[in-house]
């Protein structure tokens, strides 16, 4: 009987490198190490020794700093004077001057949200174009402020500005899958947290630290926003004083909540009063140790941060009784300006500490392009705190990156950073019960490869250590569809070879 060898027709090319990849490494022919030698150091003692390894640390040195020179900083001056042309051509279409660009009360009346405004200012391409029209027509929410405009690059050719657009302009696949989701009647809750919310405004995954939403808009929103399900129009949107009110009765009645993190939508939105008044209640609870702000007008208004709000914020920073801190939201290394270190300098000096959250998405995950941006963040008195894998959110498709390319940067690019510059963790966000962290192998593992390429983990939640928690089953982004999507924007894939042996 012959047998005929058949390949199913649903296999694909992103199915087969897996297991070759697979296969290779069980057979210790991975490639990897095919063209190096044991390091010459280890067979010398004493100076001898350290001279050579001198010249290994010096390689990897070099080749980040390389790497670095492939992107930019927002403190680099050609940068810095593009962007004040840009700041001058918004100022010449509102009608405006400099005394207005300082004042954020001015950029919150002239937030961004219709295809007509940002077309005049900058040149879109034509799936930005399209993209920003669906919006339109599906009822997605656009909104940018006027300074975070003047960071794009005007002419479009995404040199440096490619992280930026990408975060706020809603592109055709964006737009396509977020109708599709409607349409099927898919939540686009993908955290859960309308199973994770006691009581209106509150969101509770952990012992000690929970989550207040005075705002449910943003003078910004991010296309990948988590939230997306429940953030509203600015003009649109209004304040339930009665549900901040009892949130905070909530807290006060729980003696085992510490933390509170104040974010939304964006805090920050609110006016100072408003402010003062939250943070005086919650500091008022004896059993509140700390208290975040999370807000993202750092990167996307900075001026935000007058002094007067700075002097609030540091009334209720006291230390050894309770922190104020700020939990804020940077993506890529062209968002640090010097109006942003204007604030930063605020907020510091009043002693008060500043942590970011980044989102790993595909458009900051080349090689070296976060570790340049922990680099700026740091010596710009910002600590990285968080990276988190992008959410599974089908919406979200062109933003997600593989499980394996995030392992793949902590271990062979944050790792060649000082410690204090790569504080962050990396960590996946398991719906309902919250992060756990993709350092700890143990917490997760791949039971499946798709035909289509796409690997399943199965994810272990910080909590099934104490309970019979169910596991959580995820489905990834193809590796091989993320290396051909680098190698159509001119990256060298072969600077990746190892990411299929990252679990």
């Not at 008022?284 to 700390?290: L, N, P, V, Y």
């Not at 006291?318 to 939990?327: A, M, Q």
Request: hydrophobic share 30%; aromatic share 12%; with cysteine.
């Amino acid at each position: 009987m012959v047998i005929k060898n058949k390949v199913p027709a649903n296999i694909t090319k992103g199915f087969l490198c897996e297991f070759i990849y697979l296969f290779r490494g069980i057979n210790g022919r991975s490639g990897l190490y095919s063209k190096k030698e044991t390091p010459q150091f280890l067979a010398l003692e004493g100076r001898e020794a350290a001279l050579e390894r001198t010249k290994f640390l010096d390689e990897y040195a070099q080749k980040m700093k390389n790497s670095f020179c492939k992107y930019q900083t927002g403190l680099n001056k050609d940068l810095i004077d593009e962007r004040d042309r840009m700041k001058e051509e918004i100022l010449r279409y509102f009608k405006a001057d400099e005394e207005d660009w300082t004042d954020y009360h001015w950029h919150l009346k002239h937030i961004i949200s219709d295809v007509d405004t940002i077309k005049s200012i900058i040149k879109l391409d034509e799936n930005e174009l399209t993209g920003l029209e669906m919006a339109k027509e599906y009822g997605i929410i656009f909104q940018i402020t006027p300074y975070y405009l003047s960071l794009f690059d005007s002419s479009n050719n995404k040199q440096y500005d490619h992280s930026i657009r990408a975060q706020v302009l809603p592109g055709i696949n964006y737009c396509s899958n977020y109708k599709e989701s409607i349409n099927k009647g898919l939540s686009l809750d993908f955290m859960e947290e309308e199973s994770t919310s006691p009581i209106n405004g509150i969101t509770r995954r952990y012992p000690n630290i929970l989550i207040i939403k005075p705002y449910d808009s943003c003078p910004q929103i991010c296309v990948y926003c988590q939230r997306n399900w429940e953030i509203k129009d600015i003009k649109k949107t209004d304040i339930n004083k009665q549900d901040i009110i009892d949130s905070i009765e909530w807290v006060a009645n729980n003696p085992y909540i510490s933390e509170v993190l104040v974010t939304g939508g964006d805090p920050l939105t609110l006016n100072d009063h408003y402010l003062d008044w939250i943070l005086e209640k919650l500091s008022g609870i004896e059993h509140i140790e700390r208290i975040r702000i999370g807000t993202r007008t750092l990167v996307t208004l900075p001026f935000r941060f007058t002094d007067n709000l700075v002097d609030i914020f540091s009334k209720y920073h006291k230390l050894g009784v309770r922190e104020l801190c700020i939990i804020t939201h940077f993506q890529h290394s062209t968002e640090l300006t010097p109006d942003v270190l204007d604030a930063v300098s605020k907020i510091k000096l009043k002693g008060m500490n500043i942590y970011n959250q980044q989102v790993f998405t595909y458009y900051n995950s080349r090689r070296f392009e976060t570790c340049l941006l922990r680099e700026t963040m740091k010596k710009s008195g910002i600590d990285p705190y968080y990276t988190f894998n992008t959410k599974g959110k089908g919406e979200t498709q062109d933003y997600r990156v593989p499980i394996s390319r995030i392992e793949q940067e902590r271990e062979e690019e944050a790792r060649l950073l000082p410690g204090l510059e790569r504080t962050d963790e990396s960590v996946f966000n398991v719906p309902r019960l919250g992060k756990s962290h993709l350092r700890s192998w143990q917490n997760h593992e791949v039971i499946m490869i798709l035909p289509d390429g796409r690997r399943v983990y199965r994810f272990y939640p910080w909590e099934y250590k104490f309970e019979l928690v169910e596991p959580y089953n995820y489905t990834d982004i193809s590796i091989y569809d993320y290396l051909q999507r680098l190698y159509q924007d001119g990256e060298d894939i072969d600077e990746y070879s190892s990411i299929w042996y990252y679990f």
